[in-house]
T-cell receptor, first 112, second 111 residues
Framework: ETGVTQTPRHLVMGMTNKKSLKCEQHLGHNAMYWYKQSAKKPLELMFVYSLEERVENNSVPSRFSPECPNSSHLFLHLHTLQPEDSALYLC???????????FGPGTRLTVL | AQSVTQLGSHVSVSEGALVLLRCNYSSSVPPYLFWYVQYPNQGLQLLLK??????LVKGINGFEAEFKKSETSFHLTKPSAHMSDAAEYFCAVSDSYQLTFGKGTKLSVIP
C-alpha cells in the first residue's frame, strides 16, 4: 500500500455505539491530521499530531477521541455520536507541519 | 486569523473552454497557498502549491495558478477543459500548521 489509507471506507452506527476510524500513512511523514467534511461547509480541522504529540485540538466535542500510537498510525475513537456528526472524515499527513498535506480517501460516517 | 473565499460554489464550462476558479485569501503572514481537487468518493489531491519564488505556479493535469499579492488572490486556470476535470476544487492557505480551506467550487464540464 502506498500513500494514506483509511478504514473503514463506510460506517453506519447508532448513537450509543463505540467505533474507531483508522488511518495509516506509508510516506514516512511526521505529522497527521483529522478533518471533518460536511455538506456545504468548509473542511474543518479537528486534530493535529506531530511526532505523536497532539499539537492542536480545535474545540472538538469529547465524543471524538484521537489516538496516535506512532507516526504512521492515527485513530479516531467515536462514542455517543449525534446525527449531525454524520460526515466524511478525512485523514491527512505531511512530512512536517506546514508542508503540503496528503489525504486519504476518507470514511463516510452515518449516525442513525 | 486567515481565511479563504472561493467565488462561486458551482462553475460550468464547455469542454475545451477556459477554466477559471477564483480564490481570495487573507493572512497575517506571507502565506503558503494550495489548490486541491476532490473527485467523488475520494480524498483531496494536491494540484499545485505556492510557497515562495515564482508567482506563476504550474501543477498537474495542465492547471496553473498565479499568486497576486496586491490582489490577495490565487486563481486557478486551465486553458482547455476536459470532461475528466469535473470535480470539486478547494483553495487553501497555510500560516504555521493549520490549513484553512475555502468552501470549494464544483466544476462541471459540458460536452
Amino acid at each position: 500500500e502506498t500513500g494514506v489509507t483509511q478504514t473503514p471506507r463506510h460506517l453506519v452506527m447508532g448513537m450509543t455505539n463505540k467505533k474507531s476510524l483508522k488511518c495509516e500513512q506509508h510516506l514516512g511523514h511526521n505529522a497527521m491530521y483529522w478533518y471533518k467534511q460536511s455538506a456545504k461547509k468548509p473542511l474543518e480541522l479537528m486534530f493535529v499530531y506531530s511526532l505523536e504529540e497532539r499539537v492542536e485540538n480545535n474545540s472538538v466535542p469529547s465524543r471524538f477521541s484521537p489516538e496516535c500510537p506512532n507516526s504512521s498510525h492515527l485513530f479516531l475513537h467515536l462514542h455517543t455520536l449525534q446525527p449531525e456528526d454524520s460526515a466524511l472524515y478525512l485523514c491527512a499527513s505531511s512530512l512536517e507541519i506546514n508542508n503540503e498535506q496528503f489525504f486519504g480517501p476518507g470514511t463516510r460516517l452515518t449516525v442513525l | 486569523a486567515q481565511s479563504v473565499t472561493q467565488l462561486g460554489s458551482h462553475v460550468s464550462v464547455s469542454e475545451g473552454a477556459l477554466v477559471l476558479l477564483r480564490c481570495n485569501y487573507s493572512s497575517s503572514v506571507p502565506p503558503y497557498l494550495f489548490w486541491y481537487v476532490q473527485y467523488p468518493n475520494q480524498g483531496l489531491q494536491l494540484l499545485l502549491k505556492y510557497t515562495t519564488g515564482a508567482t506563476l505556479v504550474k501543477g498537474i493535469n495542465g492547471f496553473e495558478a498565479e499568486f497576486k499579492k496586491s490582489e490577495t488572490s490565487f486563481h486557478l486556470t486551465k486553458p482547455s477543459a476536459h470532461m475528466s476535470d469535473a470535480a470539486e476544487y478547494f483553495c487553501a492557505v497555510s500560516d504555521s500548521y493549520q490549513l484553512t480551506f475555502g468552501k470549494g467550487t464544483k466544476l462541471s464540464v459540458i460536452p
